[in-house]
């Protein structure tokens, strides 16, 4: 358990610097935006992945650190709060997110599972992307990519028809 605390303590310093290194803009402030925005998001793992097999899409998780990761507040604000990514994930993803904060509470049984998914992905920066099949499989591990979100969804649509042979 120290040395998972000591971990993220690493990863929390070395996202600060990167962000402020990167000169790409202000973070945004993060609190009750980036809650609703996350509103339609799964945060069970195993609902999440009921509903992909439901539903016949993938589970595009997100691994972030919402109030405190300024390249997971960059990805929330220029692509998933985005209409163009709202409107391509609520035909074909299941969206998950498994969230890191510093500042909001969380129920400890959340803290734990994502912990977990966290481990079992070898997360091991924020924010880490990854598109599963309804099984938990990896079909595309990504992150913050520039472009917004017409060209974000480009990404995962080549990822996936990659995936299919299309």
């Given at each position: 358990?120290?040395?998972?605390?000591?971990?993220?303590?690493?990863?929390?310093?070395?996202?600060?610097?990167?962000?402020?290194?990167?000169?790409?803009?202000?973070?945004?402030?993060?609190?009750?935006?980036?809650?609703?925005?996350?509103?339609?998001?799964?945060?069970?793992?195993?609902?999440?992945?009921?509903?992909?097999?439901?539903?016949?899409?993938?589970?595009?998780?997100?691994?972030?650190?919402?109030?405190?990761?300024?390249?997971?507040i960059?990805?929330?604000?220029?692509?998933?709060?985005?209409?163009?990514?709202?409107?391509y994930?609520?035909?074909?993803?299941?969206?998950?997110?498994?969230?890191?904060?510093?500042?909001?509470?969380?129920?400890?049984?959340?803290?734990?599972?994502?912990?977990?998914?966290?481990?079992?992905?070898?997360?091991?920066?924020?924010?880490?992307?990854l598109?599963?099949?309804?099984?938990?499989?990896?079909?595309?591990?990504?992150?913050?990519?520039?472009?917004?979100?017409?060209?974000?969804?480009?990404?995962?649509?080549?990822?996936?028809?990659?995936?299919?042979?299309?």
């Open positions: 358990m120290k040395n998972t605390a000591y971990i993220l303590l690493v990863l929390l310093a070395a996202g600060g610097l990167l962000w402020a290194a990167s000169g790409d803009g202000e973070p945004t402030d993060a609190g009750a935006d980036t809650a609703e925005l996350h509103s339609n998001w799964v945060t069970d793992f195993e609902a999440a992945k009921k509903e992909a097999a439901e539903r016949k899409v993938p589970i595009l998780a997100d691994f972030s650190g919402s109030d405190w990761c300024g390249w997971c960059k990805l929330d604000s220029e692509v998933f709060s985005r209409e163009d990514f709202q409107e994930a609520k035909d074909n993803l299941v969206l998950f997110l498994a969230d890191f904060p510093a500042a909001k509470p969380q129920p400890e049984e959340l803290k734990k599972q994502n912990q977990g998914l966290a481990e079992k992905y070898a997360v091991r920066g924020f924010p880490t992307v598109l599963l099949n309804s099984d938990g499989e990896v079909l595309l591990r990504t992150g913050y990519r520039r472009g917004g979100a017409a060209e974000y969804v480009k990404h995962l649509k080549e990822a996936l028809n990659a995936r299919n042979g299309i």
